[in-house]
T-cell receptor, first 113, second 113 residues
């Protein structure tokens, strides 16, 4: 069975602080996919990144960066110099060979001015 | 390019009634997945349709059903509504390749009273 754990249910930071959102996953598959989504108050899930199990390269996109470590089954997400607009719920998800996603419980990030 | 469109956005139904939700995927996408989001259970996969066939199914009772039309639009139906069916129902569409990113609509918020 697939499982995703986001241990941080809520994080509060002050604008311009760096913040890391943790994600730990469990799967028996050798081929799998990891995702991060952002859910603003409007409800829509906004895609941020997709990573397959064979690509452990870290990725940076502007203020966002992701650290994928198979050895610890983790796929952590860091926002550098956080902004108020980053306030949202962030979900880590695990995909199998099909299109089914298993989501973590989400981390609510509050960035205060 | 138009995004995923879900209708209606909000719905209030009475226990015991049935409801039909609609999802129009991004043009060219043939896979449509449905998710239920509740405060208690988080985001849970309902089912996925691809080329009018159900390809994956989550662990939900038979009261939850869906279908997909030849134009890839999808509907999900919940019969004999229960209070616990109150949730945000999210639809996602994906390009034809397996396990690419899923693009989500804004959801239908269903309240059962």
């Amino acid at each position: 069975a697939q499982k995703v754990t986001q241990a941080q249910t809520e994080i509060s930071v002050v604008e311009k602080e760096d913040v890391t959102l943790d994600c730990v996953y469990e799967t028996r598959d050798t081929t799998y996919y990891l995702f991060w989504y952002k859910q603003p108050p409007s409800g829509e899930l906004v895609f941020l990144i997709r990573r397959n199990s064979f690509d452990e390269q870290n990725e940076i996109s502007g203020r966002y960066s992701w650290n994928f470590q198979k050895s610890t089954s983790s796929f952590n997400f860091t926002i550098t110099a956080s902004q108020v607009v980053d306030s949202a719920v962030y979900f880590c998800a695990l995909g199998d060979a099909g299109n089914m996603l298993t989501f973590g419980g989400g981390t609510r990030l509050m960035v205060k001015p | 390019k138009a995004g995923v469109t879900q209708t209606p956005r909000y719905l209030i139904k009475t226990r015991g009634q049935q409801v039909t939700l609609s999802c129009s995927p991004i043009s060219g996408h043939r896979s449509v997945s449905w998710y239920q989001q509740t405060p208690g259970q988080g985001l849970q996969f309902l089912f996925e349709y691809f080329s009018e066939t159900q390809r994956n199914k989550g662990n939900f009772p038979g009261r939850f059903s869906g279908r997909q039309f030849s134009n890839s639009r999808s509907e999900m139906n919940v019969s004999t509504l229960e209070l616990g069916d109150s949730a945000l129902y999210l639809c996602a569409s994906s390009p034809p390749a397996v396990n690419t990113e899923a693009f989500f609509g804004q959801g239908t918020r269903l309240t059962v009273v």
